[in-house]
């Protein structure tokens, strides 16, 4: 069964006075299965961010449905939604969404702190992740006090210490250098062998390159998807290259 599964999903907008509608997504269809890495690609405007929010349940499709491990998310209710999302998603955002009053410790710890987690059992799911990911050094440093690609390493901690069914991650890449990018790229590989679903929306076609597979958004529905194969991450770049500059363009796919 697929992890995640969306089903012909629509959404229109209406604006403030109803004057007109504006259709973000027109029919989107595709299955995420357990341990896939799926990167998400489009022009401005495509329907990426607008996808993401309903997959993440912070939106609703004006038609359609989203399951993830087949639940229908319609389905949750609204004084649910949020203990669902800590339990079943991990985010991962581009400004890294860290407290600056909080200690990274304590910034990974909040989904657990909000789930009535004790300390014990946080501070046990920490260690393990912390180590993995480089980090252990920085815990009771500020995020004022660390690197951008330390904070994102701390933002990816705290997406994995709930143990998700699935990562979602926003542009990660976009507010590091390109030596964080690269590490952080890295990770999110070693993260997906271990075992962990990880679905990311990116504009960089270095970041997607790492995904095994690349969907492609145009004008709200999906244009085409590249799957990896046994090819490398500089034969992808080219592959995801040459359909980008189809989507922008027109013309055809070979």
Do not use: W
């Not at 200690?103 to 909040?110: A, P, T």
């Amino acid at each position: 069964m697929a992890l995640l599964d969306v089903k012909n999903v629509k959404k229109i907008y209406t604006t403030r006075f109803g004057g007109s509608k504006v259709q973000a997504l027109k029919d989107v269809s595709f299955s995420v299965e357990p341990q896939e890495y799926v990167a998400i690609m489009g022009e401005s405007g495509s329907g990426k961010t607008t996808l993401l929010n309903i997959l993440a349940a912070l939106d609703k499709p004006t038609s359609g449905k989203v399951y993830l491990k087949g639940r229908d998310l319609s389905q949750v209710k609204e004084k649910e939604m949020a203990a669902f999302r800590r339990q079943n998603l991990g985010f991962v955002f581009q400004e890294f969404n860290l407290l600056d009053t909080f200690s990274v410790e304590d910034n990974i710890y909040l989904p657990l702190v909000l789930a009535g987690k004790k300390y014990e059992e946080m501070h046990k799911r920490l260690l393990p992740i912390a180590e993995h990911l480089g980090i252990m050094d920085i815990l009771k440093k500020y995020p004022y006090e660390v690197s951008g690609g330390q904070k994102q390493r701390a933002a990816v901690a705290r997406a994995l210490i709930i143990k998700p069914q699935l990562i979602l991650a926003d542009e990660p890449t976009g507010a590091l250098d390109s030596r964080a990018s690269d590490e952080l790229l890295n990770l999110f590989t070693q993260i997906n062998q271990s075992g962990q679903t990880v679905l990311m929306v990116t504009h960089s076609v270095k970041a997607a390159s790492s995904a095994k597979r690349v969907l492609f958004i145009k004008d709200g529905q999906v244009f085409h998807q590249i799957y990896r194969g046994c090819q490398t991450n500089e034969e992808m770049y080219q592959k995801i290259t040459a359909a980008l500059t189809v989507l922008t363009t027109g013309g055809e796919l070979k």
